[in-house]
C-alpha cells in the first residue's frame, strides 16, 4: 500500500494501489448490482457538517446560562422608585423596571436582562433575597449566584481561584466537555477523510460489464 499525500482530498493512495482497487471491485460478485465508486452526494455532506455544527451551536453553555442575580440589581433598585408604584399592572411596572435597567446596563449585561425577562411576580419573590446577599457581604460577588424558580442559589459550577481563596462559581462560556468534544469530532472527520480517500476518486470507475 502507497499513500501519496501531494493531492489530499482528490486521493491518497498511489497509482498501483488503485488499479488494484478497481480490480477487486471487477472480480466481485454482486448479484446483478455494480460498483458505481460513486461520491458522497453534496447535500448529506453538508447535512452532516449541519448536524456537527446545530449541535455545538445549540448546547453553547451561553444559550442555556441560567440567570444570575447581578442580572437584576438595578431591577431591585428601581423597582422602589414611586413611579413605578402609581403604575396601575404589574405588565407595566415590569416594563418601566426592564426599561430602567438596560438605560444602565451595558451591551452584555443588556444581552442577559434580553435572554432573561422576568415577570413582577417573580421580581417580588427574588428581590428580598438579592437585597439580603448585598447587605451580608458575602465572599461571592452577586453573579456567582443563580436564580432557580423563586430562589437565589450559590452555583455548582467551580472556576478559577479568586482573591480569598475560593473558587468562581460562575457559569463558564467554554468547558471543559467542549474541548474534548472539538477533539473528538476533529479526530472523527480526520479519521473519515483518511479512510474515504484512500478509494479511488469518484472519476474512475470499475469496468462491471462482466459482473454477473
Known amino acids: 500500500m502507497g499513500w501519496k499525500f501531494d493531492q489530499p482530498l482528490y486521493c491518497l493512495s498511489d497509482e498501483q494501489e488503485q488499479k488494484e482497487t478497481l480490480e477487486l471491485w471487477e472480480k466481485q460478485k454482486f448479484g446483478g448490482l455494480s460498483s458505481g465508486n460513486n461520491r458522497l452526494p453534496f447535500p ?3 447535512l452532516i457538517a449541519l448536524i456537527v455544527m446545530t449541535a455545538f451551536l445549540v448546547t453553547m453553555p451561553i444559550w ?10 438595578s431591577f431591585v433598585a428601581a423597582m422602589d422608585d414611586p413611579q413605578v408604584q402609581q403604575l396601575a399592572t404589574p405588565e407595566e411596572k415590569i416594563a418601566y423596571v426592564t426599561q430602567q435597567a438596560m438605560a444602565q446596563a451595558d451591551g452584555v449585561l ?4 434580553e435572554r432573561h425577562p422576568l415577570a413582577w411576580d417573580d421580581l417580588l419573590n427574588i428581590a428580598p433575597q438579592i437585597k439580603e446577599l448585598q447587605a ?3 465572599k461571592y460577588s452577586l453573579d456567582n449566584y ?3 424558580g423563586d430562589r437565589i442559589a450559590l452555583a455548582n459550577f467551580e472556576g478559577n481561584f479568586v482573591e480569598g481563596g475560593h473558587r468562581e462559581r460562575k457559569q463558564p462560556w467554554w468547558d471543559k466537555g467542549y474541548t474534548i468534544d472539538v477533539f473528538y469530532v476533529a479526530y472523527f472527520m480526520i ?3 483518511l479512510i474515504t480517500k484512500q478509494l479511488p476518486h469518484f472519476s474512475r470507475k470499475p469496468d462491471m460489464s462482466n459482473a454477473k
Open 136 to 138: 451580608s457581604g458575602s
Open 44 to 46: 448529506l455532506t453538508f
Open 110 to 113: 443588556q444581552g442577559a436582562i
Open 146 to 148: 443563580n436564580v432557580v
Open 191 to 193: 479519521a473519515i477523510v
Open 64 to 73: 442555556g446560562q441560567r440567570p444570575n442575580a447581578q442580572i437584576y440589581t
